[in-house]
Structures are given as C-alpha cells and as structure tokens.
Nanobody, 127 residues
Framework: QVQLVESGGGLVQAGDSLRLSCAASGRTFTSYAMGWFRQAPGKEREFVAAMHWSSSNTYYADSVKGRFTISRGNAKNTVYLQMNSLKPEDTAVYYC????????????????????WGQGTQVTVSS
C-alpha cells in the first residue's frame, strides 16, 4: 500500500509564502508524475500544479501561474509546492497525488491519472 503524506500547511496572511511537502511511503512504486490539487469549502477539487518526471515539464493552473512552483525532491516520489504571494482565494485543503501511469502531459491537469492521494493539508490565507 502507498501512503502520501503532505505537510507544511498553516495560517498565513495575504502576501506571505508557504512551502508544502509531500512524501510517499509504503510499497515501492514508480510514479510518472506527481501533482497538487486543492479544494475550498463548498467547491469542487481543482488542479493546482503537476510535474512530469521523465520530461521535467511542469503544469500550472492559470490562477497560480507565476506565484506557485512545483519541484521534485531528492528522495524518490517526493514533491514540493512553493507558494508565494498567497491570496485569500488560495485558502483550501491541498492534496498531493501520484500517478503510476504514463500519460501525455495534458492529462495531468485532470484527476483521473492519479492513483494515490494524500489526506490533505489545510492552507488558510487571511486578508
């Protein structure tokens, strides 16, 4: 079984920064991509960012482009999300996800390629 564990969430003010981390544990697996999604109260879960390991291509939602950066860690199946210039509308539970299936890059904007999900970490941005 695979577990993804997120950390780094918290309560910050608008304009501040946070760095989320996600690490996998459990059985050994090979991921082709890892991503971040978020879900605000009363809203559907939405894509935030993803990174395709083989190409090192990164993908971002328009709402976070230029403010958030996804990167991979040195340890296998580890990913980070650096969030700068945070806004109140970034408030949500952030989920890490990993895909064991190879897709072309654009697929990773959706949730279906991801077979493993973390429990989420709360990010709250006050105005």
């Amino acid at each position: 079984q695979v577990q993804l564990v997120e950390s780094g969430g918290g309560l910050v003010q608008a304009g501040d920064s946070l760095r989320l981390s996600c690490a996998a544990s459990g059985r050994t697996f090979t991921s082709y991509a890892m991503g971040w999604f978020r879900q605000a109260p009363g809203k559907e879960r939405e894509f935030v960012a993803a990174m395709h390991w083989s190409s090192s291509n990164t993908y971002y939602a328009d709402s976070v482009k230029g403010r958030f950066t996804i990167s991979r860690g040195n340890a296998k199946n580890t990913v980070y999300l650096q969030m700068n210039s945070l806004k109140p509308e970034d408030t949500a539970v952030y989920y890490c996800a990993a895909s064991e299936t190879y897709y072309t890059g654009s697929a990773y904007y959706s949730s279906y390629p991801y077979s493993h999900w973390g429990q989420g970490t709360q990010v709250t941005v006050s105005s």
